[in-house]
């Protein structure tokens, strides 16, 4: 009987040994696609903006060319870019908020392969 509770502890401390390592390689493997996520949007993100930095300036110019002043043209797209920023920032909440906790949701629920 003696035995048998040794040997009962010995497959348990196995055990406990490999539920650890598991949830440590879950949880690397979770972390590394977040990382990869961020990194990838982030790369995304950052093209997008400097071709909206170019777009915006083709626009001002070519506002300014119709207007007749240059400077109006920039105040134009300068203010279109600021009345969409309080737009975003004032429903921040409902644009932002549900679009991460799905994301999230589903990057870290998924079932494993």
């Keep these: 009987m003696l035995e048998t509770i040794s040997e009962l502890k010995v497959n348990l401390q196995k055990y406990l040994e490999t539920k650890v390592s598991y949830y440590g390689l879950l949880a690397f493997e979770k972390a590394i696609k977040l990382l990869t996520l961020f990194v990838s949007h ?3 993100l950052i093209v997008l903006t400097i071709s909206l930095v170019f777009l915006s300036g083709a626009a001002a110019i070519y506002i300014g060319k119709l ?3 240059f400077e109006i043209g920039l105040l134009i797209v300068g203010g279109f870019y600021f009345l969409l920023g309080l737009v975003l920032y004032i429903f921040r909440n409902k644009i932002f908020s549900r ?3 799905r994301t999230m949701l589903k990057m870290f629920f998924q ?3």
């Design 67 to 69: 207007i007749g002043s």
């Design 111 to 113: 079932k494993d392969d």
């Design 42 to 44: 982030g790369i995304v």
């Design 99 to 101: 679009c991460i906790i």
